[in-house]
Every structure is written in structure tokens, then in C-alpha cells.
């Protein structure tokens, strides 16, 4: 099991996932941060990006703010 500490842009003009030289990742997403569009599309770049499946990914706090903590489930 790992976890990162994600800094989520919702509403970004593309998708990425990029590490951070504090260790931290930006996660930068199209979806708008309404109904938990952004968490989904978060979730949904996290497990591309790792070769996981969506339900290995889960927000353990953070869903209704920017920094978030992400676990993986390997």
C-alpha cells in the first residue's frame, strides 16, 4: 500500500500527473470541481498513470479541497 500527497488543478486545459522535487504530485484535470467530477477524474488519472485499477485508488481526506491524500492498493 502507498500513499501520495496530491495537490489537485481542477479545470485544467489537459490531464497530467507530475512528481514534485518536494515528493508531492500535480494532478492537473479537465473535470470542474462540482459533484465529484474532479475526485473521479483524479482517481481515474492516478490508476493510468500507476497501471492500477480505479477501485485500487482511493482518496483517504482531502476529497472537498486541493491537497489531497491518495492510497494505492498494489
Avoid: C, Y
Avoid at 462540482?34 to 481515474?44: C, L, Q, T, Y
Avoid at 482511493?58 to 491518495?70: N, T, Y
Wanted: glycine share 8%; net charge positive; hydrophobic share 45%.
Amino acid at each position: 500500500m502507498r500513499t501520495l500527497k496530491l495537490k489537485v488543478k481542477p479545470g485544467s486545459r489537459d490531464e497530467s500527473l507530475i512528481e514534485q522535487p518536494d515528493g508531492t504530485w500535480l494532478a492537473r484535470v479537465k473535470a470542474p470541481p462540482v459533484d465529484g467530477k474532479a475526485n473521479a477524474a483524479v482517481i481515474a488519472l492516478v490508476a493510468a498513470h500507476f497501471g492500477l485499477r480505479k477501485a485500487q485508488v482511493s482518496i483517504r481526506s482531502g476529497a472537498s479541497g486541493r491537497m489531497k491524500l491518495v492510497q494505492l492498493e498494489e
